[in-house]
Nanobody, 124 residues
Framework: QVQLVESGGGLVLAGGSLTLSCAAS????????VAWFRQAPGKEREFVTA????????VNADSVKGRFTISMDNAKNTVYLRMNSLKPEDTAVYYC?????????????????WGQGTQVTVSS
């Protein structure tokens, strides 16, 4: 089993950048596909990006392509989400999720472990 803890959220002006971290404990991230999802108030949870357990494949939602980058640091057992050119519509609670030996899938139900979320607010 793995425990996930997100950090790095906060308030940023439109056009700015933030880097979110998802730290794992209990097991190594090397055997997990990891994804970021987000949920804005009154909206359904939305896929953002994912990286395969090998780190060799990433998948991004169209809304964040060219702006967000997911990466994995196996030495630190941490996955990062670098967010550039932030827009007010990126405002949401961001969650990381992990799936043991899974592919980089966009489907939330395929992820077994979830963090508690971190708030990102983009002000115009």
């Amino acid at each position: 089993q793995v425990q996930l803890v997100e950090s790095g959220g906060g308030l940023v002006l439109a056009g700015g950048s933030l880097t979110l971290s998802c730290a794992a404990s209990g097991r190594t991230f090397r055997t997990y596909a990891v994804a970021w999802f987000r949920q804005a108030p009154g909206k359904e949870r939305e896929f953002v990006t994912a990286i395969s357990w090998s780190g060799g494949k990433t998948v991004n939602a169209d809304s964040v392509k060219g702006r967000f980058t997911i990466s994995m640091d196996n030495a630190k057992n941490t996955v990062y989400l670098r967010m550039n050119s932030l827009k007010p519509e990126d405002t949401a609670v961001y969650y990381c999720a992990a799936h043991f030996l899974g592919p980089a899938t966009t489907v939330a139900n395929e992820y077994d472990y979830w963090g508690q979320g971190t708030q990102v607010t983009v002000s115009s």
